[in-house]
Every structure is written in C-alpha cells, then in structure tokens.
C-alpha cells in the first residue's frame, strides 16, 4: 500500500459524458501528479500540483482539468470524453515541490473505458 | 524530441536467467534517473534510482542498474530471476529543474517457472 488513494478504480461512461477523479496523497505530501496510462502512448505526465497551486503541466488536454483542494486531495475533471480517452489515470504524491528526493508513490490508478 | 526509450517491449525468461532491460533518454545536462515496476494489479512501486555517485545503483529485490553517461543509459539488470519478478518495468528520468518524471514505455517481463 502506497498511500495514495484513488476513486474510483474503474469506471465506464459514454463519449460527451464528464467525469471526476479523486486522489487523496499520502499523509504530509504536499505534491500531487496526475498520469495517463493508455496502449500507445505509455505514462503520459499531464499536470502537477504543489499546495494548492498548479506547478508544471504536461500533455493535458484542454478538455481535461484538475486543482487541489486545502485539504491536500486533487480531482482531475475530464469532459466531451472521447474513445481515445479511455485509459488508466494515476495519481501520485511527493513530499517536495524540488527535485532533490525525486520519489514518486503512486495509486492504484483508476481505470476510465469510454464507450 | 526529448525522450525515454525502453527497447525491449516484452521480455520472456525462464527462473533462474539473469535479465538486462535497456533505458536510454535523449536530455542533455544532469539528469535523476529511476527504475519503477509494476506488479500485476499493483500500483508503480520504486526500485531503484540514481542522483549521484557512485553509477552502479542497488535497489530492492536483488535489482541494480548503471548509469553511463557518455551512452546515455540506465540499465536494468538481475542476475537471477524469479517468477515473482513477472512486471512491467519502466524506466523514467528527471532533468534538472523539471518535476514531473518522464516515463518509457515499459517493459513487460514475464518469468516462467
């Protein structure tokens, strides 16, 4: 058990549909990263969060958003859903905002088929 | 573009068979380099990982890797595996002043008995 919690572990919705991701970080981690997981494009990086403010963004679309709440947890809104948007969403939390301990814990992901 | 490549898509080993998985990534300049895996229905737990140092790193469960900088690698190795090392196995690196951690796209490695 990584410490990082995510909801829900699967879920299947229908294209044009939107839909929420819940991760909860490990107790004291102030980073929260959000990951895509699909066949052809591997683990895509798509946004970072630090305390509430977004850090760093990757390959998110614009359809896609998220934020972190003060209480630390990050959802991660994705809307107009398409097929290609079906894939498995990971959450992972860090200590730090530097790089200098790196170590990335991560959840058990939550599992999105678009029909 | 900048990138990490893991060349071997699908490994199969037999128990006992030492394993190698290639990483390389195409940034320049100081990079933090780790080793992830992902045991089936798990969550990515961390291996190894490398910041400085000594370029031969031990991680958990027997694994090690080395980094050589001139090839711009970061390979995995296990001398002897066991069938409860069937995972996926991803590579990923951190340039300097990035946070986020780009992945390759893994390495499916199944040991049979």
């Known amino acids: 058990d990584s410490g990082v919690t995510q909801t829900p572990k699967h879920l299947i919705t229908a294209t044009g549909q939107r839909v929420t991701l819940r991760c909860s970080p490990r107790s004291g981690d102030l980073s929260v990263y959000w990951y895509q997981q699909s066949l052809d494009q591997g683990l895509q990086f798509l946004i970072q969060?630090?305390?509430?403010?977004?850090?760093a963004k990757g390959n998110i679309l614009e359809r896609f958003s998220a934020q972190q709440f003060p209480d630390l947890h990050s959802e991660l809104n994705l809307s107009s859903l398409e097929l290609g948007d079906s894939a498995l969403y990971f959450c992972?939390?860090?200590?730090?905002?530097?790089?200098?301990?790196?170590?990335?814990?991560f959840g058990e992901g939550s599992r999105l088929t678009v029909l | 573009a900048q990138s990490v490549s893991q060349h071997n898509h699908h490994v199969i080993l037999s128990e006992a068979a030492s394993l190698e998985l290639g990483c390389n990534y195409s940034?320049?300049?100081?990079?933090?380099l780790f080793w992830y895996v992902q045991y089936p229905g798990q969550h990515l737990q961390l291996l190894l990982k490398?910041?400085?140092?000594?370029?031969l790193v031990k991680g958990i469960k027997g694994f090690e890797a080395e980094f050589i900088k001139s090839k711009f690698s970061f390979n995995l190795r296990k001398p002897s595996v066991q069938w409860s090392d069937t995972a996926e196995y991803f590579c990923a690196v951190r340039p300097k002043g990035r946070r986020a951690l780009t992945f390759g796209s893994g390495t499916r490695l199944q040991v049979q008995p």
């Open positions: 940034y320049g300049g100081t990079v933090n």
């Open positions: 490398y910041f400085s140092g000594d370029p």
């Open positions: 969060y630090y305390n509430g403010e977004e850090r």
């Open positions: 992972a939390s860090s200590v730090v905002n530097s790089a200098t301990t790196g170590e990335l814990f």
